[in-house]
């Protein structure tokens, strides 16, 4: 398995984590070591083993449609936690990257 | 590219040269009561941040639960166009950040789509007539609305963005088209014929001036007669059908220019400027997203067994291609009245019911209810299925008409006074006296009295001034109060004259 | 009565029978909690006003004829759990400040039963970790020892009930995290079935694996909390609806005609002495009450670790994406959003949950989806397969909770090393099985001269929660280990 090749920085950018050089430096070796452990797995046999996502049986778990007000949060409540709000919006700094 | 090479037409020789390979991804807005994952209102606009609960702003600790309407809805959508339903489905989670999207990922499906291949069938403006195979229809959710604030409004120069999370987690289905279409006008035509069904289906409303139908063209080019594909570019989150005309039709002249001028296409996603009326690069191939797919362990698998899909597929009803054919190839309508019936629902279920009145004269319905009957209704602002004039009224109107027991100018005054008062036209025509007098004697009897009292102009007529026959006509229909039968009272007149 | 010390079946009766209001539960324990938690650190708040408002709610309800299970049970939340007006950290620096507008299912439950909140618990930030020592907001210590872990990730809630500052606590267990404390801290640890319990509210670290269940001191204790809290949740689509057996009446005394399953590939070898012996002498005394003693084989429970350290991290790569800086918790300012999300993960994110989302992220990424997230889940397949085999020869399996009793503070520097703790809990959780430590004995650890507890895991097959608390109950009935070790520190009315 390519455990060598972690790309570090190509990780960190992909989960949106600034990483200092010195956790670059330390996580690399860690992260080495941690995926020679998960290299072993390769020795286990699993041709022809369905993947399990879940281990509970269930099926089709779904609702009904309908509104749940008792589950709802107040306009004031939302907003409650923000970091920086403008009138009724939640307010980030500007968006540069097209995603999506 | 500058603006100015943008609006340079091509020439139609090179237009000929090239064939444009076009592939649709639409996203339609399901029409539920809740959202997708949570029960929070699924209707547009409101105060900011006032629809919303835990799991639509991805608190922390919160957990979707699917909405079984929107799972139907998306079983009919894929009936409609003769897709399979795998007995196996699954969620799956499409990791990337973005701030209108509260959980930076989207709760999406990847391998295991709810709907697999089927077919648009869709009709051109002329009349001509395509289809466009489907790769799939997926489910989804919507993403909260970022508004950037700067003076202008637009992305590039804004400072800060503004987010309102109505919408996120509005359930959301995506049908992704094969590259089957070679043009703007099928590209236009494909997704209008999405729209319709839709509609009619009543599984999504698709306002398009409120978003809830978006769609990313695929476009490529190649020479005419090539078997390759070129490589494409992919619009992105096109509003409008005229933006998609517009958009697809620029970039396909964009792409030629490039070719033509010895440059490459290359694999990238443009962005639609509608007011400079050109696509601009987005970001290449090389810089696309790693969106990390895995299935949703919030979630369970999904199994539509086939009663289900059974008991969905009892309740379609006919598509509007389906109903644009009857209307062309049955009914005998051109394209564009077919069109306009087709189009308005209410419209063509009342035409349907008139039709079945009036004997199944389509054509004769046809003409009153896109003539004098939709001009009663601009006059006075009114639905023709919500005015006066049932559509039973209006057949037995057309039938009247056909067996000739009133005229067409009787026929006009009886829709009047049916718009105005309602009732039925037997009863109007009975009460007004606009039957046709069709009695052979009764007629001759008229004739004879006009012949008489205009013993000049029968003598010019028979010097062979035949121009005054309109004017014995005329005197004829008047002297009955306009009852005669006119065929009936030319045919006696000439045989009269001719003695 | 002693709302310290006293179970919380004794202090249910007695508030039931009106012997004793729920206020003067509250009113005794919250001092006590506020002079003994300077030195154990189990919690990360508490709050009085709020165990006084329900205490009072209870005393009406009792007073208007209610009978409840919990009625006036002292109960402590790890603080991964939502509740409504609480701060809410999950032991993190990014939540620092978040107050709860919802509460979490299962602690809404519990309080509905009439449990007291006393507060929040400290825990291994974002549940990842087996000392507590992971929490952005201090250690926990053990009860037993003040310079040794308490076991992680649900550390103060271990800690709370071995130290005797709560009754009853909630933790939740991914991979071991209620057992391995509840081992360190000579208390009963308790993870259902997974999907037995509502996750609603639980702030996600892997949720295939994440699962709510109670700590106590006691097996019926640990039952009468299951009880209250298990069931379907209509807002976990995880949860299963089943009928949930009622286990808090008549768990069994003996261990008659029980086939115990012991693992040949977790052979006691590599343990040491002292925690060897302790293991020997729990398997002796199950076979001495009547248990029947089968060799079973879990071939590929060793691969448990490496399956786990795929699945685990990349369903936290995905779950931990929502704290953004845009809606709650911690900003750091940037000059667009992208450096702004960059800057705030960077600062609020601890090293060992950054190392989880990192290799979670490469697990999951373009090119290694199939070699690792996929093969684990695979070989995930595989270990359930193995344990349903093992069920076949036996009714429950018994293992060492943990590796060795509880390990000195900066003891396990090393990433591998800790993670190696959780090797005999996590192939149970990696199948989703209900699984409990209890109370084993004590062994001194050989870094140390004084005796610290250690715990039993038993498992059983998915949805036996009965039949695996009457096991437990019946061998702690017969051996009282926990009652043999007070811890020395605290636990002084």
Sequence with gaps: ?100 | MTTSEATVELSSELLDKYEAVIGIECHVELKTVSKMFCGCPNSFGGEPNTKVCPVCLALPGALPVPNAKALEHMIRAGLAFGAEIPEHSKFDRKNYFYPDMPKNYQISQYDMPLTQGGVVRYWLDDGTRGECRLTRIHIEEDTGKSTHASADGRLASSTSSLIDFNRAGVPLMECVGEPDLRSAEEAVAFVETLARTFRELGVSDVKMEEGSLRCDANVSVRLRGASEYGTKAEIKNINSFRSLRRATESEIARQIRVIESGGRVIQETRGWDEGAGVTHSQRSKEQAHDYRYFPDPDLVPLDVTADVVERVRATLVETPFERYVRYVDSAGLDSKRATQLVDDHALAAWFDRAVATGGGNAQAVVAFVLGDLSRLANESGTHIADGKVTPDALGELVALTQSNAINSKAAKQVLETLWNEGGSAKAIVEREGLAQVSDRGAVEKIVDEVLAANEKVVADYKAGKTNVFGFLTGAVMKASRGKANPTLAQELLKEKLGA | MDPVKDSARAIAREVNARAVSATEVAERLIPHVERVDGQLGAYLQLTPDLMRAHARRVDERVAAGERLPLAGVPVALKDNMCLTGTRTTAGSKILENFVAPYTATAVQRLLDAGALPIGKTNLDEFAMGSSGENSAFGATRNPYDLDRVPGGSSAGSAASVGGFTATLSLGSDTGGSIREPAAFCNVVGFKPTYGRVSRYGLIAFASSLDQIGPFARTVEDAALAYDVIAGKDPLDATSVDREVEATAGDLRDDLRGVRVGIVKEFGLGELDAASRACYEAAYADLERLGAELVEVALPTAKYGLATYYLIAPAECSSNLARFDGVRYGLRVDGSDVGEMYERTRAAGFGAEVKRRILIGTYALSSGYYDAYYLKAQKARTRIAEDFARAFERCDVIAAPAAASPAFRFNAKNDPVTMYLMDYYTIPGSLAGLPSLSVPCGAAVPEDGTRSMPMGLQLTSPLFTERALLGVAHAYERATMHAEKLTPPETCNT
Excluded: C
């Design chain 1, 1 to 100: 398995m390519p455990s060598d090749r972690i790309d570090i920085r190509h990780v960190a950018r992909l989960a949106r984590l600034a990483l200092t050089n010195e956790e670059i430096a330390t996580f690399g070796p860690q992260l080495g070591d941690l995926m020679a452990h998960v290299d072993d797995l390769a020795q286990l046999d699993t041709q022809d083993v369905a993947a399990t996502a879940q281990v509970v049986p269930s099926r089709n778990v779904q609702r009904a449609d309908g509104l749940r007000p008792e589950t709802m949060v107040s306009h004031d409540a939302a907003l409650a936690n923000a970091p920086q709000r403008q009138g009724p919006f939640f307010r980030v700094p500007r968006i540069i990257a097209e995603e999506g």
